[in-house]
């Protein structure tokens, strides 16, 4: 309740606010910390595929914790910068969804596909670190299954 | 708040031109407060709220604008949050298939209207080709 308010209640038609993103190392680093005009989401969309490309990046993290809803504005919002940082050579990581809001999500019928998700930053932060930990021989020994007879 | 008749608690209720997304916004913020005002828990607060997003947004992209009104109910047993859209658009041509998840005339993911059905108790829908659309929503306190 006291974290969503709005940062300018009753400006209409001046410039769209922008969510700040934040990098850290090899990470950006987003955190909602306003109810969202969906024009605000758009324009964090674009500055995020923006900011991929500058800083070379290749996880994204946008923390959530501070919404009190998620509607399907958001949420495929939310989707579709994880799907362009996808193509981008970024993956993204949702953190601290609100168990109030995961359960309004999915009976909303927004089950949120394709979407990664932690319960923190710092799950997320790890969760990334881990993915660009692994080299890339295991993951093909581990796709691979065992083709070459070696396993007799 | 004495007698205990099916009625509103206030007066009037409160209520927001939708003209824009930061209408949108503001629509949010009044539910949100009347729905703690009623004392819904949490989870029937974001589902009310969320709900309400997505019919205001409706008024707005596909109604063109219009009215939302907030109010708090009482049923005798129960209180709740009473909100009613309205808007001189278009109106709904098949109400059925406009409440099929997916389905959708705009760009959006056409779950709007059949979820936001699905988070509330109530929802009554008045609609007529070419004079518009008035929705009804409730969400009582369990």
Known sequence: MCSATPTRPSSRGADVDRVPILKIGGILLVSIQIDMADQVALQLQEDLADRVVTTGCHGVIIDISALDIVDSF???????????SRVLDAETIVVGMRPAVAITLVELGLSLPGIRTALNVELGMELLAQERAVPPLLLEVEDGEVEDGSAS | MSDRGERLVSDR??????????????????????????????????????????????????????????????????????????????????????????????????????????????????????????????????
Not at chain 2, 23 to 31: A, T
Not at chain 2, 79 to 108: C, E, H, M, N, W
Not at chain 2, 116 to 140: E, H, M, Y
């Open chain 1, 74 to 84: 958001v949420g495929r919002t939310l989707a579709t910068i994880a799907s362009i």
């Open chain 2, 13 to 142: 209720g409160e209520r927001i031109e939708v003209r824009s997304d930061q209408d949108v916004v503001r629509v949010r913020q009044l539910v949100r407060t009347v729905a703690v005002a009623a004392k819904l828990s949490l989870v029937d607060q974001t589902k009310i709220v969320t709900a309400a997003s997505e019919l205001a947004r409706n008024t707005l992209v596909y109604g063109g604008g219009g009215t939302v009104e907030v109010d708090r109910v009482d049923n005798g047993r129960r209180q709740g949050i009473k909100i009613v859209f309205s808007d001189r658009g278009p109106g709904i041509a098949d109400l059925d298939l406009a409440f099929t998840d997916g389905y959708t005339t705009g760009t959006g993911l056409g779950l709007g209207l059949s979820g936001a059905r699905r988070l509330v108790d109530d929802f009554d829908i008045d609609t007529a080709v070419g004079q518009g659309t008035s929705i009804t929503v409730t969400k009582w306190c369990r």
